[in-house]
């Protein structure tokens, strides 16, 4: 009996060791997608502008290194080039931090309520407040909807 276990273990490691090395475990702290030190007036502001300059809207999405859902959302777009390049073409990023460390509660304050986050609000090229949105409404189980987001982006993009 003990023989065979040897046996079995000798066979199969390499294969367990294998998928322990290539699992895709994310480090929490690793997330480091929005930057408490960020002048968030001076990025939205810069975001506007190449807004305007591109025919593009801006997407501002607010949350922080320490949300689940934030990280989520980075994952998302990740792992659906599709949305991140239909997102990419009709709008310009940029991310506020709200932590501990700067809420940014004036900049963010000058958009709307914000309940939880990410939040997204969408902007225009002149930098007018066109859409909130409440990112709940687009999560699906553990995620986000592929479907929600794709309409939601297509909804907001600028009109050719």
């Not at 322990?20 to 810069?46: G, L, M």
Request: a negative charge; hydrophobic letters at 35%.
């Amino acid at each position: 009996m003990l023989r065979r276990f040897l046996i079995a273990l000798f066979l199969f490691a390499p294969l367990l060791l294998h998928s322990q090395a290539t699992a895709t475990h994310k480090d929490p702290t690793s997330f480091h997608a929005y930057d408490p030190a960020r002048d968030a007036a001076q990025d939205i502001q810069q975001a506007v502008a190449e807004a305007g300059r591109t025919h593009r809207r801006v997407l501002m999405e607010i949350g922080g290194n320490w949300c689940s859902w934030c990280r989520y959302f980075e994952e998302f777009y990740a792992n659906h080039p599709d949305l991140r390049e239909l997102r990419d073409k009709n709008y310009v990023l940029v991310r506020v931090n709200f932590s501990e460390e700067n809420k940014n509660e004036a900049v963010i304050g000058k958009y709307g309520k914000v309940t939880g986050y990410p939040h997204i609000f969408v902007l225009d090229g002149d930098g007018k407040l066109l859409h909130s949105e409440d990112t709940s409404e687009l999560e699906q189980g553990r995620g986000y909807s592929e479907t929600a987001m794709k309409t939601f982006l297509e909804k907001w993009a600028p009109r050719t």
